[in-house]
């Protein structure tokens, strides 16, 4: 199955800064989410963009997708200590399950 | 809100022993799921379920099985637990179409074979 990849696998800022993390990907998809996880939790939902979809927003989160690349990229702006998590990009290809991706790390500090 | 509930957030069994995770999810989702997650490996499917009495392999499902007798509750069964099965487990649900909708953790479980 095809696999998102996140990329960097660890990122580290200061409060304030804003965070970028890319998700590449190898098949056409029909969707790509992005979750985030913090330390030993459960993922939670963010956002889901749809192929057809350029950009999104949602509060201080937004992501792109470009699908003639194969990318999508998840912006957080004005980071705060909170934000402190993996974050994860799945993908799917059809009516199928999602793949995710091993994650990219954020630290922010205060 | 969704609740997706996983019966124990720590757990440490023996080698051979048959181990039991239990998930239940609160909002009548037809679709729920299995994953491990291992560091360096991300989050791999194990088991699904889009219905009552259905199964579908995911990724990895060799030493594992699933039950779901009731549209609420999805068990993970390890028959013979063995060291390289542990993990932090997570259980999900969604509705729909499987890769159209976003997923619902629990969670996780952090099971120990020693």
């Known amino acids: 199955s095809q696999q998102g990849e996140e990329d960097p696998q660890a990122l580290s800022i200061q409060e304030g800064e804003n965070a970028t993390m890319n998700c590449s990907y190898k098949?056409?998809?029909?969707?790509l989410q992005w979750y985030r996880q913090n330390s030993g939790r459960g993922l939670v939902h963010l956002i889901l963009?749809?192929?057809?979809?350029r950009e999104k927003h949602s509060g201080r989160l937004r992501v792109t997708l470009d699908t003639s690349k194969k990318s999508s990229s998840l912006l957080i702006t004005a980071s705060r200590a909170a934000d402190t998590a993996s974050y994860f990009c799945?993908?799917?290809?059809?009516?199928?399950?999602?793949?995710f991706g091993k994650g990219t790390m954020l630290l922010v500090s205060p | 809100d969704v609740k997706v509930t996983q019966s124990s957030r720590y757990l440490v069994k023996r080698t051979g022993e048959k181990v039991f995770l239990e998930c239940v999810q609160d909002?009548?989702?037809?679709?729920m799921f299995w994953y491990r997650q291992d560091p360096g490996l991300g989050l791999r499917l194990i088991y699904f379920?889009?219905?009552?009495?259905?199964?579908e392999k995911g990724d990895i499902p060799e030493g594992y099985s699933v039950s779901r007798e009731k549209k609420e509750r999805f068990s993970l069964i390890l028959e013979s637990a063995s060291t390289n099965q542990t993990s932090m487990y997570l259980c999900a649900s969604s509705t729909g179409f499987i890769s159209y909708n976003e997923q619902f953790f629990g969670p996780g479980t952090r099971l120990t074979v020693l």
């Open positions: 379920s889009y219905d009552v009495k259905m199964k």
């Open positions: 909002m009548d989702h037809e679709n």
């Open positions: 098949t056409s998809i029909n969707n």
């Open positions: 799945a993908t799917d290809a059809g009516y199928s399950t999602l793949t």
């Open positions: 963009i749809r192929s057809n979809e």
